[in-house]
């Protein structure tokens, strides 16, 4: 099993920066995929940013592209979203999401956080 638990979001004005992070425990594996969707009311989850280990594959929705990175701490115990330039369509709730290849559905992973919601605030 893991375990994963979201942090890091809170209210930003547009064009301001939050940074993500997800921190994750139990079982490890060779090659993984981690992720983060978004979730607004009524809305289809999306899946912003994924990178796959350990080929270091990355996707990255159109929307977010040149705005969000995703990436692991130097000890590679967390991943984490840097998003920058927000927008207010970017208001959701992030879920990081783990599973063994990186998918756009989101029965492509087995895990996923309790969330962390962001707001910005045109």
């Known amino acids: 099993q893991v375990q994963l638990v979201e942090s890091g979001g809170g209210l930003v004005q547009a064009g301001g920066s939050l940074r993500l992070s997800c921190a994750a425990s139990?079982?490890?594996?060779?090659?993984?995929?981690m992720g983060w969707f978004r979730q607004t009311p009524g809305k289809e989850r999306e899946l912003v940013a994924a990178?796959?280990?350990?080929?270091?594959?990355?996707y990255y929705a159109d929307s977010v592209k040149g705005r969000f990175t995703i990436f692991r701490d130097s000890a590679k115990t967390t991943t984490l979203l840097q998003m920058n330039s927000l927008k207010p369509e970017d208001t959701a709730v992030y879920y990081c999401?783990?599973?063994?290849?990186?998918?756009?559905?989101?029965?492509?992973?087995?895990?996923w956080g309790q969330g962390t919601q962001v707001t910005v605030s045109s």
């Open positions: 990178k796959s280990w350990p080929d270091y594959t990355t």
């Open positions: 999401v783990a599973g063994k290849v990186i998918s756009r559905a989101e029965n492509g992973y087995d895990y």
């Open positions: 139990g079982r490890t594996f060779s090659t993984y995929a």
